[in-house]
Nanobody, 113 residues
Framework: QVQLVESGGGLVQPGESLRLSCAAS????????MGWYRQAPGKQRELVAQ???????NYANSVKGRFTISSDNAKNTVYLQMNSLKPEDTAVYYC???????WGRGTQVTVSP
C-alpha cells in the first residue's frame, strides 16, 4: 500500500522560501507523474506544479518562476521549492501520485508579515 507524507510547511514572512517534501512509502516505482496542489480556505483545491512520467514540469501561472518541482527517485521523494513567497500562497499543500491516484494529508504553509 502506497502512502504519501508531506513535510516542510510552516510560517514564513513574504519574500522568504520554503521547501516542501513528499515522501512515498510502500511499493512505488517512480516519483514521476506527481503533482503538488494547494487549497486555501474557502477555495477549491488547485494544481500548483506537476512533473510528468517523462520528466516534463508544468506550473500554475501564479507560481511560475517562483516554485520548482523536482523528484529524487532514489529517495522516493518529490520536492517543491518555493521562493519569493506571497501571502496569497497561504494554503494547505498536498502531493498526489498521478499514477496511483492517491493523496497525502497535506502540510500547512502560511505567509504572513
Amino acid at each position: 500500500q502506497v502512502q504519501l507524507v508531506e513535510s516542510g510547511g510552516g510560517l514564513v514572512q513574504p519574500g522568504e522560501s520554503l521547501r516542501l517534501s513528499c515522501a512515498a512509502s510502500g511499493s512505488i516505482f517512480s516519483m514521476n507523474a506527481m503533482g503538488w496542489y494547494r487549497q486555501a480556505p474557502g477555495k477549491q483545491r488547485e494544481l500548483v506544479a506537476q512533473i510528468t512520467s517523462g520528466g516534463t514540469t508544468n506550473y500554475a501561472n501564479s507560481v511560475k518562476g517562483r516554485f520548482t518541482i523536482s523528484s529524487d527517485n532514489a529517495k522516493n521523494t518529490v520536492y517543491l521549492q518555493m521562493n519569493s513567497l506571497k501571502p496569497e500562497d497561504t494554503a494547505v499543500y498536498y502531493c498526489k501520485s498521478h499514477v496511483f491516484g492517491i493523496w497525502g494529508r497535506g502540510t500547512q504553509v502560511t505567509v504572513s508579515p
